[in-house]
T-cell receptor
């Protein structure tokens, strides 16, 4: 079955540590996205990538970094510079061309110990 | 500056009745509009979309209406079922340099009572 896999589902981090969230898709989609969701809020775009080895900052990129070395993979690193990292993180992918809906993984919940 | 607003945090409806979820926006550059449904601890699932050249799109029990002059989008669910209980997000996109990016509303929690 095609889909988007995010791992782990729950992640705990000590203050001052960097952590990397995994996102893999086998939908053969060109574009991939990372969002953050906080309680009572919508999804806010962190980074997105439309092609391998290229990515753009979204609305809240500070304290985060990404890489896109393979079409299938778009890992997100939450760095120690992110002051409020506790949130639900969602990865999505879509076809490029026309207005295509984004398909989402089931998310990773990151908590600070 | 919130470009997309869902002003009702929650909505409660009886099974079999109509559910109407609303979404308002300020940026006239948005030209395609989507609705997503989300259960707790899961990712959003795409429901239905509409482009700016249309004012209505229907898919089974779900109908999306677009009023461009009022910058207003709505989702109608008829008849509502208990399994429809979830958080509903509107998401808006624009072409040009913003192509591919979506701006989400805050979400509306729909509860359908048996």
């Amino acid at each position: 079955d095609g889909g988007i896999t995010q791992s782990p589902k729950y992640l705990f981090r000590k203050e001052g540590q960097n952590v990397t969230l995994s996102c893999e898709q086998n939908l053969n989609h060109d574009a991939m996205y990372w969002y953050r969701q906080d309680p009572g809020q919508g999804l806010r775009l962190i980074y997105y990538s439309q092609i391998v080895n290229d990515f753009q900052k979204g609305d809240i990129a500070e304290g985060y970094s990404v890489s896109r070395e393979k079409k299938e993979s778009f890992p997100l690193t939450v760095t120690s510079a992110q002051k409020n990292p506790t949130a639900f993180y969602l990865c999505a992918s879509s076809i490029l061309g026309g207005y295509q809906p984004q398909h989402f993984g089931d998310g990773t919940r990151l908590s600070i110990l | 500056d919130q470009q997309v607003k869902q002003n009702s945090p929650s909505l409660s409806v009886q099974e079999g009745r109509i559910s109407i979820l609303n979404c308002d926006y300020t940026n006239s550059m948005f030209d395609y509009f989507l609705w997503y449904k989300k259960y707790p601890a899961e990712g959003p699932t795409f429901l239905i979309s509409i482009s700016s050249i249309k004012d209505k799109n229907e898919d089974g029990r779900f109908t999306v209406f677009l009023n461009k002059s009022a910058k207003h989008l709505s989702l109608h669910i008829v008849p509502s079922q208990p399994g429809d209980s979830a958080v509903y997000f509107c998401a808006l996109g624009a072409g040009g340099t913003s192509y591919g990016k979506l701006t989400f509303g805050q979400g509306t929690i729909l509860t359908v009572h048996p």
